[in-house]
């Protein structure tokens, strides 16, 4: 069972509230989480990742990664990501025809969040394929059906690891092994989640954010079309879209490490608490017309890369890539439209990450 906190404040409060951990070993048993929740042992290291655990780990963890997604270093990505976003629609021009999510809007921060890491690039489809099973997990049989992928998948960044002790490169995962064999600053497990949540936030949030924004642009043509006639206005067009589309829709379990009221609301020890970003993102009380697309709405506090001490660390990130996937893409191909009906587009069945299954448009 858990709480959904739906109102803007409330879910700020939420997001900030220290008395709400992420660890579940901060407000529960070892039994009684294990009585709510079971977890394979396969997948018990990934339980040290830093979203997963509250401070001193979180701090430390956070630490030893920050300063590679600064808003500098991130901006030093502009040309690759310029050249990256180009060729795809190279590739994709003589058909007239775009698959945006699987050929545009998921090899952008597949192909940077993998460079970064220093994921072979003829590997990265792969990977998507499992990290994708691992945020797809939304029961129990889910998670069974899915050991044997998740088993390749660790196998896999076990084995990058070893490479990468033997033979370091310029790369975030040489250097995170580097921090590993200097002491104790992040044990093998902590080292194994770490690389695992950022493969997986590093593309599995973004992608949807250019192909649900992209959607937005096309449903509303009058927006799109100042977009194109001003392209200044892109940077402030992408936090509506962040904020319009919300692709973490859920923000992660919070547990209640005491007891706690919510909007009134009774918590008790131990209970789970979401805090539901795509409804504050929409609450009418913080935005005028929450409902409206205004790519240049003045005041816009969203929560779609969360808040406090989680604050999404790859927020600089995801936001130049979508600028700059959104820009070229409206620039290269003024006639860009739906190919199907608005009908028979599909969203994906997960109750955190909000995206559609595919974006069929033509130019
Ligand atoms: C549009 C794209 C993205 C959205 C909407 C998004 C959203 C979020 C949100 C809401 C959180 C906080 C969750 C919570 O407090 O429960 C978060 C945390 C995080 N995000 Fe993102 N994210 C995006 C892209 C990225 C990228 C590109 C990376 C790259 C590495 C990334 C890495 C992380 C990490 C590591 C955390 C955990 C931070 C911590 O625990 O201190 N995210 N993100």
Not at 318 to 328: D, G, H, K, V
Request: hydrophobic content about 45%; some cysteine; glycine content about 4%.
């Amino acid at each position: 069972m858990a709480w959904l906190v739906t109102r803007y404040d409330d879910v700020v409060g939420v997001l900030r509230d220290q008395r709400l951990a992420k660890n579940p070993l901060s407000a529960r048993s070892a039994a009684e989480h294990a009585k709510e929740q079971w977890i394979p042992a396969l997948l018990k290291p990934l339980a040290r990742n830093m979203l997963d655990l509250d401070a001193p780990d979180h701090t430390r963890l956070r630490a030893l990664v920050q300063q590679a997604f600064t808003l500098r270093l991130i901006e030093q990505l502009r040309p690759r990501v310029e050249t990256l976003t180009d060729e795809l629609l190279t590739k994709a021009q003589r058909d007239g025809r775009i698959e945006l999510l699987s050929q545009y809007a998921l090899p952008v921060p597949l192909t940077i969040i993998g460079e970064l890491l220093g994921i072979p690039r003829q590997d990265q489809q792969l990977f998507h394929r499992w990290s994708n099973r691992l945020v797809s997990l939304a029961s129990t049989t889910d998670l069974i059906r899915a050991l044997p992928a998740l088993w390749f998948f660790l196998r896999y960044i076990r084995k990058l690891i070893a490479q990468r002790r033997a033979e370091p490169r310029n790369d975030l995962v040489s250097a995170l092994v580097q921090a590993e064999q200097a002491g104790d600053r992040l044990s093998e497990d902590e080292l194994l989640a770490m690389i695992v949540l950022l493969l997986i936030a590093g593309h599995e949030t973004t992608v949807n954010l250019i192909a649900s924004g992209t959607l937005a642009l096309l449903q509303h043509p009058e927006q799109c079309e100042r977009l194109r006639s001003d392209p200044a206005l892109i940077k402030s067009a992408v936090e509506e879209l962040v904020r319009y589309v919300s692709p973490v829709e859920l923000a992660t379990e919070r547990y209640a490490c005491a007891e706690l009221t919510i909007a009134g609301m009774t918590i008790r020890r131990g209970e789970l608490v979401l805090g539901v970003i795509g409804s504050a993102n929409r609450d009418e009380t913080h935005f005028p017309a929450p409902d409206t697309l205004d790519l240049a709405r003045s005041t816009n506090r969203h929560v779609a890369f969360g808040l406090g001490a989680h604050f999404c660390l790859g927020a600089p990130l995801a936001r130049l890539e979508a600028q700059i996937a959104i820009t070229t893409l409206l620039d290269r191909w003024p006639n860009l439209r739906l190919a199907v009906p608005p009908t028979a587009l599909r969203w994906r069945k997960n109750a955190f990450l909000r995206g559609l299954q595919a974006l069929p448009l033509s130019f």
